[in-house]
DNA sequence: TTGAATGCAAAGGATTTGCAGAGGC
DNA sequence: GCCTCTGCAAATCCTTTGCATTCAA
């Protein structure tokens, strides 16, 4: 490989749906519904590339009384079927749910800035052997992992002033 | 190595102070008294090698009106001062808050059994290298790191009934 | 038409905080 | 005696739930 894996914007994987078609089709195998809310917050999820909690969701969306409005616990309840359905991956950092796009992106972990708070992906296939490894060796089946770096990233070290937000984009 | 070190239990690491005598110098070093509460809590925090969250270190205590009774506030305060003095580790699991030694014990990560719940311990010095490795790629300055690798234990994956437990010992 | 989904209000669980009294140093 | 620490009660934060109404199929 010519270029640093780990310095390569990760690449969408091909997939053969769109999260909408995908999210259709979930919705009908389990007899449940298309509705308003569920298309609106889809749009509003898949509309950027970022790591986001049920907050940050909220904020982008209508206020109460205007349309496209969706109450709270529509969306908790809504970011709990996009996990189901492989929409969405969910992790906690600092208490919270923070959730980020799986259909159509590659598996990968994190390193999390202490100081701004922001999370940078990275893809690592030895983590992938690692983990299956130690698997084996206690004879444990390996559904998935979660390995989240604690640091500080090279603007904060370079002294850079930023916002500090919950969760940053990438 | 004889011994694969995945399948060889921990070892303590050699340390100069015993952890009383440790907190003692944290407390110390900042002006807060050695209180009777905080002795308890060291005590029985330190009694045992597990994994344990800030109810079941209350469940292990004397009742209320009972001598050597520590109040939910003040052993949420002390496991916080626990952790600042170096001598516990915390990390999340299903939302609540999991304590586990950290002075006096080798840095380690942990598979974790979604059925019956029990967290295993494993080394990885290869995982070590593989952390530092990505935040040198990035300019990232790790500080440290939590992997958490799920799936079925040994076990479970017999169809051994048992017990399930919130966090259960190692 | 009919059962599922929504929004509201309220509950829930884990953790934190304000404060008056107790107790190290 | 001073100032920290504790225990109590209450607050906080995030998330979930019960229920009457709305709405997709």
New binding site residues.
């Given amino acids: 490989m010519s270029t640093d894996p780990d310095l390569t914007p990760l690449q969408p994987v091909q997939v053969a749906l769109t999260p909408q078609e995908r999210f259709n089709d979930y919705l009908q195998s389990r007899?449940?519904?298309?509705?308003?809310?569920?298309r609106i917050l889809l749009d509003c999820v898949f509309h950027q590339h970022d790591h986001f909690?049920?907050?940050q969701l909220l904020e982008r969306l209508p206020n109460?009384g205007q349309s496209g409005?969706?109450?709270?616990?529509?969306v908790?309840?809504?970011l709990?079927e996009f996990v189901d359905a492989g929409l969405l991956r969910k992790f906690v950092l600092d208490?919270?749910?923070v959730y980020e796009h799986d259909y159509g992106y590659p598996q990968h972990d994190h390193l999390y800035c202490s100081k701004c708070e922001k999370l940078i992906e990275f893809q690592s296939d030895a983590l992938i052997k690692l983990r299956d490894d130690v698997g084996k060796t206690h004879n444990f089946q390996v559904r998935n992992h979660r390995l989240i770096v604690t640091g500080v990233c090279d603007d904060c070290r370079r002294g850079r002033r930023r916002v500090r937000r919950k969760v940053d984009l990438i």
Same sequence: chains 1, 2.
């Fill in positions: 007899g449940m519904r298309n509705t308003e809310q569920r909690d049920a907050d109460k409005y969706v109450s709270r616990p529509t908790y309840r809504t709990g208490g919270r749910s």
